[in-house]
């Protein structure tokens, strides 16, 4: 990644546009073992999931991806109302030491994972006024997109598809919308399938990427996690290198073609 080139989130800087999930591993180890090809400082951890304290007993993923060396992120996964989802933060908030970075998601279904807007929207003002400080998951609607940064959330984080789809980037006009009219970081949350998903994201403008099944589900997580890596970067180089403009029906040679022998 371009050194001159860090992403930004709540005034924190980080050096990698790869953020990731730490669900659907095999254990813990793998887990880390992705984390660690992936070079991800920021990872999500889904709190009603995944043990970091809750559970005394039980092992807790903060053995494996302490927080003195990741940015840990809780996330509401599993919740389909704002007041659950507020639950969870402030108890997320109580296990981490007043840890206040967060990502909300508020579910429509359990069978899409579709974001229930109109809860997302009530959470995250609650939230926010709660001292928070707020990525939120949401639909690729730039009016929701831009009412959320209204709110005051750090980060909007459109679907790109439905989560653990697979499908990759299904509407990128909306996506660049967003991108255009938000001021804070928009990263793509969900539906990113394979690489060329992830570089497709970055080439788009998009700050960041978010992914969680991409790499556990794939055949050689740690494999794709390095892929991941560097799809991320290379789409944004390409992003700010600025393509070359398409042109249809018209051809233009590669080497210049004056001064050619016998011509």
């Known amino acids: 990644m371009h050194i001159m080139d860090p992403l930004v989130i709540a005034g924190q800087t980080y050096s990698s546009r790869l953020l990731v999930g730490t669900g659907k591993y095999k254990d813990f180890a793998e887990t880390r073992a ?16 995944t043990n970091i304290g809750q559970d005394p007993g039980q092992p807790s993923l903060l053995d494996h991806l302490p927080p003195d060396r990741f940015t840990l992120l809780p996330n509401t996964a599993g919740c389909y109302s704002a007041e659950d989802a507020i639950r969870t933060l402030r108890l997320a908030r109580e296990l981490l030491d007043g840890h206040d970075l967060v990502k909300l998601e508020v579910l429509g279904d359990p069978h899409s994972l579709y974001p229930n807007v109109v809860e997302t929207l009530k959470a995250a003002e609650v939230l ?5 400080k707020v990525m939120v998951y949401t639909s690729d ?10 709110i005051g959330c750090v980060a909007v984080m459109p679907l790109a598809s439905l989560i653990g789809s697979g499908m990759g980037i299904l509407n990128p006009w909306n996506l660049a919308i967003i991108i255009d009219r938000v001021k804070v ?6 539906g990113v399938g394979t690489a060329s998903d992830a570089a497709i ?5 998009c700050d960041a990427v978010l992914m969680n099944t991409a790499i556990a589900a794939a055949k050689d997580p740690v494999l794709m996690a390095s892929a991941m890596k560097k799809a991320v970067e290379a789409g944004r180089e390409a992003y700010l290198a600025g393509r070359m403009p398409k042109k249809v029906y018209q051809a233009s040679p590669s080497s210049p073609t004056s001064g050619l022998i016998g011509s």
């Open 34 to 49: 992705a984390i660690d090809a992936s070079c991800a400082e920021i990872v999500t951890v889904a709190i009603r999931r």
């Open 128 to 132: 926010v006024k709660d001292g928070f």
């Open 141 to 150: 609607d730039p009016i929701i997109a831009r009412q959320l940064e209204d």
């Open 185 to 190: 970081p928009v990263i793509v949350d969900a």
């Open 201 to 205: 994201a970055m080439e788009l403008g």
